[in-house]
């Protein structure tokens, strides 16, 4: 049974800024914290509104204030309402977190590059660590956490930053712990890593895990735990929304797919034959159907198939992971915890640090982070990891 996420209202102010905070996730994100945080639904799909998380300090959700970047203007009250028009939020809601949606759609900042923007890479970042750093003076927070949201970008050519990488770059300058939800580089780019050392700040891994890549991440070991042997594993998945166009990309298709496929490396210890697809269904929307076909071979070598389909709304998948992902990323900043947070790779495809691929592990690995959190004091200092 879920814990309260409600109220006190002295608590300490606790920012989430949001790269792509315009897009279906980031509404979602906002419009279904303020729900949550009002009593209008109840916290389902939210793992630290669970009996696990009770007593340790996490902050609750009324506690959130919420901005970002985004390069489209778009105002969030609209957005909301495209969604709920589309089924992805309740019939009403728009209207019901109307403040909520305005008060963040007010923090938040026109992102980058532009089409035909000619500022230096380092421009950007002095300009984007500026926006986060007023946003927390303004606003008067304790911290802020940063969870990149943006569209997926392609995979990186050359030395140079992307633009989630940019960002990554701006949320450790402005002292912001950071995740990463979507395949695109952030702080995974080579030239980052003595920044992120340095920063002293927690961060959490690269490119949630909602839905096929969730149920491999279980499959994966259960195959492997009874010693029966995949030959081939195969994946296909339409989806529609400002997602589907972007991996339509196969440059950036290719960054979700290498996910995909690295878990299922991860948890059988070999790489089955078999490819993943993704197409663009623009008439899908938000909703995504996800195939595996598993071919598997048992005792004797007798052959068999599992097939699996996932149909899921990923908005709606999407926001309680990010929702705890703030709290948790807050709660170990402020008990001193520093660098890659393996214990968060239950959340995503490729975890920060050294960490279990299995999601049994990870689970176990969350609880231990739990145990922790609750052992020390908020405000404290802890030892750093
Ligand atoms: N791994 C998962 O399970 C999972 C699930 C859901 C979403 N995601 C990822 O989350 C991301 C968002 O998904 P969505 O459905 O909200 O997509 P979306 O297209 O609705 O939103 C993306 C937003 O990013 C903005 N954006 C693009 N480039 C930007 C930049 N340089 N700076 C700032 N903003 C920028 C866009 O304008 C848009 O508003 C995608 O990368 C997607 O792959 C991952």
Not at 325 to 350: I, M, N
Request: aromatic letters at 6%; hydrophobic letters at 40%.
């Amino acid at each position: 049974m879920p814990v309260s996420t409600s109220v006190p209202r002295s608590e300490p102010r606790v920012g989430v800024w949001l790269i792509g905070a315009r897009g279906s996730v980031a509404t979602t994100v906002v419009a279904g914290c303020a729900a949550v945080a009002a009593g209008l639904h109840d916290p389902t799909g939210m793992v630290t509104a669970t009996p696990l998380f009770a007593d340790t300090g996490l902050p609750e959700l009324s506690s959130l204030v919420f901005g970002g970047h985004d390069t489209v203007d778009c105002p969030l009250p609209k957005r909301a309402e495209a969604l709920a028009a589309g089924g992805v939020l309740p019939h009403g809601l728009p209207a019901a977190v109307a403040s909520e949606l305005a008060a963040a759609d007010r923090e938040i900042r026109p992102g980058g590059p532009l089409p035909g923007d000619t500022r230096h890479p380092d421009e950007l970042i002095a300009s984007f660590t500026t926006d986060i750093q007023d946003f927390v003076r303004r606003r008067g927070l304790t911290r802020a956490v940063v969870v990149n949201v943006a569209s997926t970008e392609p995979g990186p050519t050359g030395t140079a930053l992307p633009p989630s990488s940019l960002y990554a770059a701006a949320a450790l300058r402005a002292g912001c712990p950071y995740a990463n939800f979507t395949p695109s580089t952030g702080l995974n780019h080579p030239a980052l890593a003595p920044l992120a050392s340095a920063s002293g700040l927690p961060y959490a891994g690269r490119d949630g895990k909602t839905g096929q890549t969730l149920l491999r991440s279980v499959l994966g070991p259960m195959f492997a735990q009874r010693a029966l042997t995949v030959r081939a594993w195969s994946g296909t998945n339409l989806l529609g929304g400002g997602d589907g166009a972007a991996l339509a990309d196969p440059a950036a298709a290719a960054a979700k797919n290498a996910g995909k496929e690295r878990v299922l490396t991860d948890t059988l210890g070999t790489t089955p034959e078999g490819e993943t697809h993704i197409d663009d269904v623009p008439a899908l929307g938000d909703w995504k159907t996800a195939w595996d076909h598993i071919s598997f071979e048992g005792f004797l070598g007798t052959r068999m198939t599992l097939q699996t389909t996932w149909q899921g709304c990923d908005s709606a998948l999407a926001a309680p992971l990010i929702l705890d992902l703030t709290r948790l990323l807050t709660r170990a900043h402020e008990a001193g915890a520093t660098g890659p947070l393996p214990e968060l790779g239950f959340y995503f495809k490729d975890p920060a640090g050294d960490g279990p691929s299995s999601l049994g592990e990870q689970y176990a690995a969350l609880a231990g982070l739990a145990e922790r959190l609750r052992e020390r004091e908020p405000g404290r200092p802890g030892e750093g990891r």
